[in-house]
């Protein structure tokens, strides 16, 4: 199955340290996109990426940095961590050709202690 | 600006039971309106969305949600509940974007639990 997968699934670590966090894609899609999920907020977009050329800032990218390596793998750095950025962090993909649906991974629960 | 209002935090009903999760939605044009479920330790899954046309619209699971313009409302139904449906529930609506796309504006979730 095609699929949007990220890895860590879960990172405990201290503040100031650096952490990335990934995103693969098997789907196929150009779109790809960070989400972060705080408890009685909803998700809130980090980065997006239409294509491997073109990141664009979401409305919460402070503290936060991507890379779009590849078509199919798009990275979620947190330069120096902070205990307020503790959250569960969402990839996901999307297409034109299938009405810009956004297909979501897993999550990463990060904890910054 | 776009925002995405769910009244209820939590919501229990008996398996069996009718369902219905509210969603009110503040956008100055006709949206575009989605319902996501998310299972414990699992991504967020798209139950329906709602572009235009037939305000009632069909999703997977069994569910079906109703836009009503004069209420700003999007709400999330379900006939009979499955022990299997207790997971949390986002409502959010799509603000056009560049070229084609849309942005998702989410709203903070509802938590379905279900009594055996």
């Given at each position: 199955?095609a699929?949007?997968?990220?890895t860590p ?11 990335m966090?990934?995103?693969s894609q098997?789907?196929g ?9 705080d408890?009685?907020?909803g998700l809130?977009l980090?980065?997006?990426s239409?294509?491997?050329k073109?990141i ?7 503290g936060?940095s991507v890379?779009?390596?590849?078509q199919a793998?798009?990275s ?12 569960l962090y969402?990839?996901?993909t999307s297409?034109?050709a299938l009405?810009n649906e ?7 629960r990060?904890t910054?202690? | 600006?776009?925002?995405v209002?769910?009244p209820?935090?939590?919501i229990?009903?008996s398996?069996g039971?009718s369902?219905?999760?509210?969603c009110?939605y503040?956008?100055g044009?006709t ?6 479920v998310?299972?414990p330790g699992?991504?967020?899954q ?10 009632l619209v069909?999703g ?5 949600a ?6 700003s409302?999007?709400n ?5 509940v499955h022990?299997s ?7 959010a609506v799509?603000?056009p974007w560049?070229d084609?796309?849309?942005k998702?504006?989410?709203?903070s979730?509802t938590?379905?639990?279900v009594?055996p």
């Amino acid at each position: 199955d095609a699929d949007v997968t990220q890895t860590p699934r879960n990172r405990i670590t201290k503040t100031g340290k650096r952490i990335m966090l990934e995103c693969s894609q098997t789907k196929g899609h150009d779109r790809m996109y960070w989400y972060r999920q705080d408890p009685g907020l909803g998700l809130q977009l980090i980065y997006y990426s239409f294509d491997v050329k073109d990141i664009n800032k979401g409305e919460i990218s402070d503290g936060y940095s991507v890379s779009r390596q590849a078509q199919a793998k798009f990275s979620l750095s947190l330069e120096s961590a902070i205990p307020n950025q503790t959250a569960l962090y969402f990839c996901a993909t999307s297409t034109p050709a299938l009405g810009n649906e956004q297909f979501f991974g897993p999550g990463t629960r990060l904890t910054v202690l | 600006a776009q925002s995405v209002t769910q009244p209820d935090i939590h919501i229990t009903v008996s398996e069996g039971a009718s369902l219905e999760l509210r969603c009110n939605y503040s956008y100055g044009a006709t949206p575009y309106l989605f319902w996501y479920v998310q299972s414990p330790g699992q991504g967020l899954q798209l139950l329906l969305k709602y572009f235009s046309g037939d305000t009632l619209v069909q999703g997977i699971k069994g569910f079906e949600a109703e836009f009503k313009r004069s209420q700003s409302s999007f709400n999330l139904r379900k006939p009979s509940v499955h022990w299997s449906d207790a997971a949390e529930y986002f409502c959010a609506v799509g603000a056009p974007w560049m070229d084609s796309s849309y942005k998702l504006i989410f709203g903070s979730g509802t938590r379905l639990l279900v009594r055996p």
